[in-house]
């Protein structure tokens, strides 16, 4: 079965670190694009960064810019965030999603991780 | 980047009725829209790409339409578990994916 499983979350203090991991299973991880996606309490989503599946060339949006590192680990079918000088408008559910393929959209999605910044 | 505005907001709609979402946006986009679904607590699910094909194990009472900047989700003869928050969202240049605000589908 093709799945994504994210790890990582927990409460952390601002201007804390985190380090989020994207396993996945089924499928070599290499060959897709990816993104982390992520959604805050009762809002939407919000498209964070983004790892080429071929050059590895990366992405960020504007508001984590220099604070975020997207990272990938072919070895072990798994991508990175690391997400550092955290503020409490990180606060939110991170997804990872794969693009896919043959839709260029985001086909499988992970189960999502809870990333709180509070002190 | 290029913005994408739901609409309605909130749609209220009866089992066994239509829903029509609408999503609008800020520049062409050519066909490179999708539709998720998200339920409470779970990670979306892509239902629609391409704006109107479909994605693997989608009912059919699920269709998707438009291109350029309107588009439209229909879903005929709503199900109970069809009730859930819609996103649009654009793939007209990767990375620079942008999703709507959504549209929450609730029961009339």
């Known amino acids: 079965e093709v799945q994504l499983l994210e790890s990582g979350g927990g409460l952390v203090q601002p201007g804390g670190s985190l380090r989020l991991s994207c396993a996945a299973s089924?499928?070599?991880?290499?060959?897709?694009?990816m993104s982390w996606v992520r959604q805050a309490p009762g809002k939407g989503l919000e498209w964070v960064s983004g790892?080429?599946?071929?050059?590895?060339?990366?992405y960020y949006a504007d508001s984590v810019k220099g604070r975020f590192t997207i990272s990938r680990d072919n070895s072990k079918n798994t991508r990175y965030l690391q997400m550092n000088s955290l503020r409490a408008e990180d606060t939110a559910v991170y997804y990872c999603?794969?693009?896919?393929?043959?839709?260029?959209?985001?086909?499988?999605w992970g189960q999502g991780t809870m990333v709180t910044v509070s002190s | 980047e290029i913005v994408m505005t739901q609409s309605p907001a909130t749609l209220s709609v009866s089992p066994g009725e239509r829903a029509t979402l609408s999503c609008r946006a800020s520049?062409?986009?050519?066909?490179?829209l999708v539709w998720y679904q998200q339920k409470p607590g779970q990670a979306p699910r892509l239902l629609i790409y391409?704006?109107?094909t479909r994605a693997t194990g989608i009912p059919a009472r699920f269709s998707g339409s438009g291109s350029g900047t309107e588009f439209t989700l229909t879903i005929s003869s709503l199900q109970s578990e069809d009730f859930a928050v819609y996103y649009c969202?654009?793939?007209?240049?990767?990375?620079?994916?942008?999703f709507g605000q959504g549209t929450k589908l609730e029961i009339k």
């Open positions: 999603a794969k693009v896919g393929g043959t839709t260029s959209a985001f086909d499988i």
């Open positions: 089924g499928f070599t991880f290499s060959s897709y694009a």
């Open positions: 790892i080429s599946g071929s050059d590895s060339s990366t």
């Open positions: 520049q062409s986009v050519s066909s490179n």
């Open positions: 391409g704006a109107s």
């Open positions: 969202q654009q793939y007209n240049n990767w990375p620079s994916y942008t």
